[in-house]
């Protein structure tokens, strides 16, 4: 694909985009679920149900104001970041109007995204008398696009965080769609879900089509250079360091007993995947470097062999 044969979603998003078409959702007073227990293994842990069971609910909603306040840094700090310099012609090459358009349809979806995530927290608070504990001020991408793009002259910088970007909007695409499915949340939890991921459905073509764009378009060298960047990155997202810190001070909000605390800890510290090719992540990054022509390239093989099948 080149730049020319770029065909726009404009129609498609006036359509179906959720600002354009979904009410207001409304938090459920009900017996379900606030959040996934899939997603917060701490309460699954042998200490957290044998000791904290009546802790169950707070650490779910803790749990969901991390994943609303996640949203809100990843759609308005880095991926309107990136979605803005390519709307305003800012991004070098530049792409033709269609592409520009489009992505300031993605800049406006993401900040509506991160308004309902807030309303939906507000929400939450106000149901269920629960404030949130200190949330981190970044998440892993925070971390991982600086330091992918350390190892770039900065010419490049562009092009890599674009590609990184791109990673994570097709990496979130799958992790929505499995937040949506769970039965065992509230209906309006899988209802923002669901509108959500509408969008970044449309959202993740987009990125990788900009993607393929570029890269069938770099120079080799320019390849080989943002190939190199690849492991680093992936490494440093796919951690779970701020995930795990956390955990552990959501287990001193607990106030346990000094020795389930330390269980607690334990038990937190072996919560994390290792990354590697078996990761649950890795397929989705591998589709998207398939996906955007990345893994055409034999520098790309050759940087990511740790990971390929």
């Not at 900040?111 to 149901?127: G, K, N, P, S």
């Not at 990496?171 to 499995?178: E, G, K, Q, Y």
């Not at 994390?272 to 470097?289: D, E, G, K, T, V």
Request: glycine fraction near 2%; charge should be negative; hydrophobic fraction near 45%.
């Amino acid at each position: 694909m080149n730049a020319t044969d770029y065909c726009s979603f404009a129609e498609a998003w006036e359509e179906r985009a959720t600002i354009r078409t979904r009410p207001r959702r409304r938090v459920e007073d009900d017996q379900r679920l606030i959040y996934p227990l899939s997603r917060q293994p701490l309460v699954l842990s042998a200490t957290f149900q044998r000791e904290c069971p009546h802790q169950r609910d707070f650490a779910l909603v803790q749990s969901l104001y991390k994943f609303i306040h996640d949203v809100v840094i990843f759609e308005t700090e880095i991926v309107n970041h990136t979605a803005s310099a390519i709307a305003r012609g800012r991004f070098a090459p530049p792409y033709p109007f269609a592409c520009r358009y489009d992505a300031m349809t993605v800049v406006v979806d993401e900040d509506y995204h991160a308004l309902v995530a807030m309303d939906f927290m507000q929400q939450t608070i106000e149901l269920t008398g629960i404030e949130p504990v200190a949330l981190p001020s970044e998440i892993e991408l925070s971390r991982a696009i600086p330091a992918a793009l350390a190892l770039l002259p900065e010419a490049l910088h562009q092009a890599g965080e674009l590609i990184c970007v791109a990673i994570a909007e097709n990496t979130l695409t799958n992790d929505v769609a499995a937040f949506a499915r769970d039965e065992s949340v509230k209906d309006s939890i899988k209802g923002l879900m669901a509108d959500h991921l509408l969008d970044e459905g449309r959202h993740s073509t987009f990125w990788t089509r900009l993607v393929r764009i570029y890269w069938q378009s770099a120079p080799d060298p320019d390849k080989r250079l943002l190939a190199q960047m690849l492991p680093t990155f992936i490494e440093r997202y796919l951690t779970n360091d701020i995930q795990k810190a956390f955990d552990l001070a959501l287990i001193e909000h607990l106030h346990p007993a000094p020795s389930v605390r330390q269980a607690l800890r334990e038990e937190a510290q072996g919560l994390a995947f290792p990354i590697n090719r078996q990761h649950p992540l890795l397929a989705n990054i591998l589709r998207f470097f398939q996906g955007s022509s990345i893994l055409d390239s034999p520098c790309a093989r050759d940087a990511l062999a740790a990971y390929l099948p």
